[in-house]
């Protein structure tokens, strides 16, 4: 279960001659006061920080619709998970600094990224590469599908790990961890009579591309696997990664059964 991550409480300083700020940013004017110069200790201010517990303040994000009103400690802790904060753009190809909310962001993918749309929830996604033995981390490829009124993104891509290329596929889901765990994906891999299967929940685009990547969670095959998979001379990486998407129901008897988009 995922922990919110703990905010530090700020504290209200003074200087020795009773100018006020608060203590995160005593770092940012290295020690000094901003208004006379004079060097700054830790002397509290403690009659502004209750003026500033008695203070309650509408979240941040209130113009993206989030109707939440705190007191202003509790209000720092809140922002810090507000279910209304921006996205941060899924894009794995580049450092892209892009936010907003996920109508936004899939205009944004499909538009600036020139990334494939597609309806449905399944997908047969073939990855060809001619010189399977040169592969430059994060060889990437990235699909969007649009299913059950949300979207999800397939990454496919190619790393080094270790001394080894491997490649790796798998889904995050453009919204919240808690909406990402009603959903489930299966990903298929094989040739020549033999198969790998991954079955899993989709990530949350709040986890970074890396994040995921890195913790393996998701379809991984080995080059010498890969390779086994394309068949013919082994010169030639060709893989047919096949999948879907699929939302649990829960029947009048308490049986849960998967549910594929119509």
Known sequence: RARAARVPRLHQ????????????????????CPTCRQELG????????????????????????????????????????????????????????????????VNHLRDDHKVD???????NHRYVKSNPREVENATWMLTV????????CLHFEAFQ????????????????????????YSLEVGANGR???????????RDSHRKVRDSHDGLLIQR????????GDRKELKLRITGRI???TQTPDGTCVPVLCS
């Open 13 to 32: 300083l003074h200087c020795q001659n009773g100018h006020t700020l608060c203590s995160t940013c005593k770092a940012r004017v290295h020690n000094r």
């Open 224 to 231: 010498n696997m890969a390779l086994f998979f394309s068949g």
């Open 246 to 248: 699929w939302k649990e």
């Open 161 to 184: 790990l270790g001394m080894a290329p491997v490649y790796m596929a798998f889904l995050r889901f453009m919204g919240d961890e808690n909406e990402a765990r009603n959903y489930s």
């Open 117 to 123: 749309m597609h309806s449905g929830c399944t997908f």
């Open 42 to 105: 830790d002397i509290r201010c403690l009659a502004l920080e209750k003026v500033a517990e008695s203070l309650e303040l509408p979240c941040k994000y209130y113009s993206l619709g989030c109707p939440e009103i705190f007191p202003y400690y509790s209000k720092i802790k809140h922002e810090a998970m507000c279910s209304f904060r921006p996205y941060s753009c899924p894009y794995a190809g580049s450092e892209c600094s892009v936010t907003g909310d996920i109508p936004y962001l």
């Open 195 to 205: 198969k790998m299967v991954w079955e899993g929940t989709p990530r949350s685009v």
């Open 145 to 152: 599908f649009h299913c059950f009124g949300q979207y999800f």
